[in-house]
């Protein structure tokens, strides 16, 4: 085992690799290029998730992979893994097999169209990169590859690079990430300055404790800009609806999940908690992360936007769990904070596969109908049922709906939320309850923000004629999402599948087993479950409610006559027939919490007609905006104030004088010669 799995993984990395060349030497060859590039990164993905499992399940302590080392100082190429890295590895692993599945068909309407050698190039890459994150055990090497991840993200969000749209949301999601990338870079320097090490596997015994608060904070903030922590979530709803959809669902399933790997890695384990307030910090940031988020997403009318920030509330819950873990952490819980990290790792798995597949279908909606907005779609379960039924399965899983599995990790975080509220800790427990306030009226607005997409996209009527003229996707997208809806309900059925991995994850990092301490003894969480010696299995509950709901029909065709149907007309209130025009549109529907929350979106709306005068019997047309406080009052006074400084200082600096120039370099060599000197 100590010689079989690196070579799993090191033949998982280099199919990646052959892939990325494939598509650079088949440039001009796109069917083929893009059928060989899927294929590879299939095969890797197959390879990769098998190993992670192994090492997981079968292998303590890291794994090293792959070594060499550099003549260029503090640089060395090491890859290890370690139980926390091959969890996230199996997450990325399975999504890039569906995924790349999906892509066979979904990159098709680009060929003869756009350079499909270079989108390959690009989304093999960028998938190597991700993989180089989790498995560097330098803190230089590491910071290069997440600047990689993030430059090659970015190429793919500005790919249809002809919209003004995209190119703005590019440079805004580039803007952000290298912001993020500083404050992470600054937080490696401060902890090199103290240990004369980049290891990520040393020891942080060297580091004084404001020093380590500093660091804490600067890793809050540059990996919480990479998972859409509000308020430093802005790139987020404008990056993923310009990314196409394939990649859509990689960044929002797995990218955005690096930064949480990366507050596991640099916090939990290196730093160590020994703080109850960075816990606290992040349970509150988690919460304004759940309401928020869905509150956003129930207003957007284009479905990209919408999952985005949905993706923003799934973050908050994840980091709900994180903090509940750090402060039982900090007050020496151990029992309770892993139960706590349980919770978040497992939603963290489960957002990756449902979410995943979300965006893969709002691809496919795309891909049919030309256009992201719910308010030209409508009766699509009729002219699409594949990818219907598929969408309906991931609507249910990201709503908590039983039996599919965005139920398991949801449940988990309430009860971890519960569980931790004790005697003695007034404030703590305050806050944990109004945690579960939050997470209990998310829960409710996410069932209504995927009633709404559900059904303003796929039921009723039409409401264009690119709806109307819809056709299913190619069997490729639909196997894809197939194999994603099987999986959330594969994991919702039977939790103990992945809990099993999660446990051995949080035992390697110094926590304790919650299988065995917890199994039939808080909620109703493992399964099978034992309560006053009787045990329940919800797959033989699922599977006899199916049974009874079969017999239930056959009985009902035996015994329950001929069916006769009439065709009469109605008097419909002086309609001959109902149109899309009379059925509800998305805004309408979410217009009782728009009023609700009134001071949030603060809409405005604007009332215009094509005659002359508004009570005249041409057309009227009625639209809403709302407003984003975060946009409005943070980020673009600060732009305009950058803006602003930038002109006036500009002129002054920038003389395009070179003396000038030579003197600001002397300057600054000298500075950090006195600082290197005396400080």
């Known amino acids: 085992m100590e010689l079989f799995l690196p070579v799993l993984f090191q033949a998982s990395v280099l199919l990646y690799l052959v892939g990325a060349i494939i598509s650079v030497l088949l440039r001009k060859r796109e069917k083929i290029n893009n059928l060989s590039a899927n294929l590879f990164c299939m095969a890797a993905s197959v390879l990769g998730a098998a190993a992670s499992i192994a090492k997981i399940l079968w292998h303590e302590g890291p794994l090293g992979i792959f070594e060499a080392h550099s003549t260029i100082p503090f640089l060395s190429l090491v890859m290890k893994v370690d139980n926390i890295s091959a969890f996230f590895l199996l997450a990325l692993f399975i999504l890039v097999f569906c995924v790349s599945i999906y892509s066979i068909g979904y990159i098709s309407h680009y060929i003869g169209r756009r350079n499909v050698g270079l989108f390959n190039f690009l989304y093999t890459t960028f998938i190597l990169t991700m993989i180089l994150v989790f498995t560097s055990t330098n803190a230089i090497f590491f910071y290069i ?58 020891s942080s015994g060297a580091l004084p404790e404001m020093s380590k608060n500093i660091i804490f904070l600067l890793f809050l903030i540059g990996f919480g800009t990479k998972a859409g922590l509000i308020p430093l979530h802005v790139w987020l709803p404008h990056a993923h609806p310009a990314a196409p959809s394939n990649v859509s669902a990689l960044m929002s399933g797995i990218m955005i999940k690096t930064a949480i790997y990366g507050m596991l890695r640099f916090v939990h384990c290196y730093l160590g908690i020994e703080q109850a307030w960075w816990g606290l910090l992040i349970l509150t940031l988690g ?24 993706s923003v509330e799934n973050i908050g819950i994840i980091l709900i769990g994180l903090g ?16 706590a990290l349980t919770a978040a790792l497992l939603h963290t798995f489960n957002h990756s596969l449902f979410k995943g597949g979300l965006f893969l279908g709002a691809g496919a909606i795309q891909y049919s109908t030309q256009t992201k907005d719910m308010e030209k779609l409508g009766g699509l379960s009729k002219r699409i049922p594949v990818t219907a039924f598929f969408v309906l399965c991931f609507s249910l899983a990201i709503s908590a709906i ?40 998310a829960g409710g607005l996410v069932i209504a923000c995927f009633v709404k997409f559900f059904g303003i996209s796929f039921l009723g009527l039409p409401r264009s004629e690119q709806a109307l003229q819809a056709k299913e996707v190619p069997l490729t997208m639909n196997i894809s999402m197939g194999l994603l809806a099987c999986l959330c309900l594969f994991f919702g059925l039977f939790p103990l599948t992945i809990l099993t991995l999660v446990d051995k994850v949080i035992l390697s990092i110094g926590g304790s ?10 909620f109703l969480l493992f399964y099978p479950l034992e309560i006053a010696g009787n045990e329940i299995l919800p797959a ?45 549109s998305a805004t309408g529907f979410s217009k009782p919490l728009q009023i609700v929350f009134k001071i949030l979106f603060r809409p405005s709306r604007k009332l215009s007609a094509e005659g002359e005068a508004l009570c005249s019997s041409e057309p009227i047309k009625y639209t809403t905006t709302f ?33 000038n120039y030579l003197i600001y370099i002397l300057v600054t060599v000298l500075l950090l010669i006195l600082y290197n000197r005396f400080f």
């Not at 992360?289 to 999952?307: Q, T």
Request: glycine share 8%; proline share 1%; charged share 15%.
């Open 513 to 522: 087993t919650v299988l065995g301490e917890l199994r039939g003894e808080f």
């Open 287 to 310: 919460m304004i992360s759940v309401f928020l988020g869905v509150a956003y997403a129930l207003m957007e009318g284009n479905i990209k936007r919408l999952l985005a920030f949905s």
């Open 627 to 659: 407003s984003s406080i975060f946009e409005d009052f943070l980020y673009s006074p600060a732009a305009k104030a950058v803006k602003s400084f930038s002109k006036k200082t500009a002129f002054r600096i920038q003389t395009g004088s070179i003396h």
């Open 540 to 584: 033989a509950i699922l599977g006899l409610v199916l049974v009874m709901i079969i017999l239930t029909l056959l009985l009902l065709r035996m015994f329950g006559g001929k069916y006769i149907e009439r065709k009469y007309g109605t008097w419909d209130c002086g309609y001959e027939a109902l149109t899309s025009r009379m059925q509800y």
């Open 402 to 441: 039983i039996p599919f599995n965005g139920f398991i990790g949801e449940w988990l975080t309430f009860q971890a939320l519960f569980a931790n509220i004790l005697p003695g800790q007034t404030g703590i427990d305050i806050l944990l309850i109004l945690a579960v306030a939050a997470l209990g009226l």
């Open 145 to 202: 590859c997440w600047e990689a991840m993030s430059v090659f993200s970015y190429f793919l969000v500005v790919f249809e690079s002809e919209k003004s749209e995209n190119q703005r949301a590019g440079t805004l999601y580039i803007i952000m990430t290298h912001l993020a990338s500083a404050f992470i870079l600054v937080a490696f320097l401060i902890i090199y300055s103290y240990t004369q090490s980049f290891d990520l596997y040393g």
């Open 324 to 339: 509940v873990c750090f402060i039982a952490f900090a007050h020496e819980q151990v029992l309770l904070g892993s139960f």
